[in-house]
Each structure stands twice: as structure tokens, then as C-alpha cells.
């Protein structure tokens, strides 16, 4: 754990980090474990990572735990998965809330097995005026999905949006990206170098950092390294980059007269 000072100096406000916590079947099965120990190490890293993130000061973290697209696995890894949700969920509420952290699940809600559905929504009230971190948890997500579900609400809320795109967009963004924003830093571990329907639209200027470690053994270290590459990166969002600072000096030799 990263000590007081090197924390003050490392301070990251206003920062959108999203994470895809990819690799913990491979970490499991190159340590001769079966798949769900991946996931059971995963967890301790995510609860290292919430609390490494809260310390330096990132304003919003969105980690995808569950895809909808996760519902194609054995039924038996799926049940653990949300076990383990769970399990963390009510070993974490009363930390996070004295943190300061709000919890936030995005995603789907009527899949979802009912007993970690109850825990999640406990966790969302009571961390609910938590005005630290913003910890956003993607479980049953699909970005294609999301944003399906943004524009039809707009639509549904103004006829006009149906017409005007500029309006529409402008409804789509406030509707997927609240208060947290666009994300600033996409980290995917585990290696591969897709999005997997992750935060679509909400990463149109994010930078991206893919590293080959797998979850269970990402660390805060491997956290702030990403964020100070991150650091410098320049970000133009379509624009040319800042002119250096001109030097104002005399030109050399005479003045051209007139
Ligand atoms: C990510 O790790 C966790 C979930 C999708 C729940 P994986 O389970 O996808 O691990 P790999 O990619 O198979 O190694
Ligand atoms: C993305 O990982 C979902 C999560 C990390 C929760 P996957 O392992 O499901 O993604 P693909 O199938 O390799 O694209
Ligand atoms: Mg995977």
C-alpha cells in the first residue's frame, strides 16, 4: 500500500478511470486453480483497487464485473460470480460509507438473481450521500444496450428529441454519463485490446491502456503507472496541439523600410 506521502503527491482530481477487470479465468488456470479462484482473487484486487483509487483522489471509477454477454458461461461460474458480488458488497458497505464512497450499479436489473440484486440496491442507499469517490459498477452491462435504452427515453420524454440530433446526443451523454462524465482512462488488463461493449459512447476521447497483466494480480503500483502515462498523453479531442510559446527576439540585420 502506497504510504501518506507518496498518496498527497499523487493526487488525481476530477479523473474518470474505467476498468475492464479482464483475465481472472487465465490467472486461475496457469496456477492450476479452477476459473471461480480467479474470480474470488479478482475480488481482493477490485476492494484494493476502490480503496487505492478513493486515496488518490479519482472522482469516478466504473469497473465492469459482469457483461451480458457473461450470461453464455457454465451456470456454475455465472452463480459464483454473483455470489461473490455479493459477498464483497456486504463486506464493503459499511467501509465505503465511512470512506465517503457512492456506489452506483449500471446495467440491467431484472436478470439479475434476486439475493445480490437486494444487496446492491442495500449498498447504493446506504452509501447514497457519500460525496468521495464515485464507484460505478457495471453488472449485467451492454453499452449497445445502454445507449438503445438512453435514446428511447429521450424520445419517450420529447418528441423534438426525435427530430433534432444535437438534442438527442445531448440527452444520450446526460443520460449514460451523469455526473461522472466521459471516462478519461480506459485500462483493460488480461491483454486483450477490445472494448467488449464497455462505455461505447462514453469513451469516444478517453485514452486507452491495455497491459498484460491479468486482474488478480494488477496492483496500485500498475494503477498509478497507467494514470501518469496517462499524464502524458496528449489529448487534442479533434483540435491541433497548443503552439510552444513563441521567443520574441529582434530580427537580425537591418529593418526593410517601405
Ligand atoms: C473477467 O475475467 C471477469 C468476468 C468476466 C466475470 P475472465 O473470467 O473473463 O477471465 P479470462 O479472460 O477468461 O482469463
Ligand atoms: C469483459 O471481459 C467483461 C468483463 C471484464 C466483466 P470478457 O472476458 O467477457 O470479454 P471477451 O469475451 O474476452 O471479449
Ligand atoms: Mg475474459
Redesign the pocket.
Known sequence: MANDSAIQGNRQPGLHVAI???GNGRWAARQGLPRVAGHRVGVLTARRIVEHADEIGIRCLTL????S??WRRPAAEVTRVFWLLRAFLRMETARLRERGVRFEAIGRRDRIPEAALRTMERTEEVTAGGSGLHLRV?IDYSSRDAIARAACEAAALSDEALFRPDMLRSMVTQALAGDCGEVDLLIRT?G?K?L?D?LLWECAYAELAFTERMWPEFDEADLDAAIAEFRHRERRFGGVPEPPMKQVSEPAGQPVSA
Open positions: 475492464i477487470m479482464d465492469y464485473a459482469f457483461s454477454d457473461n457495471a488480461g486483450e477490445r467488449s464497455f
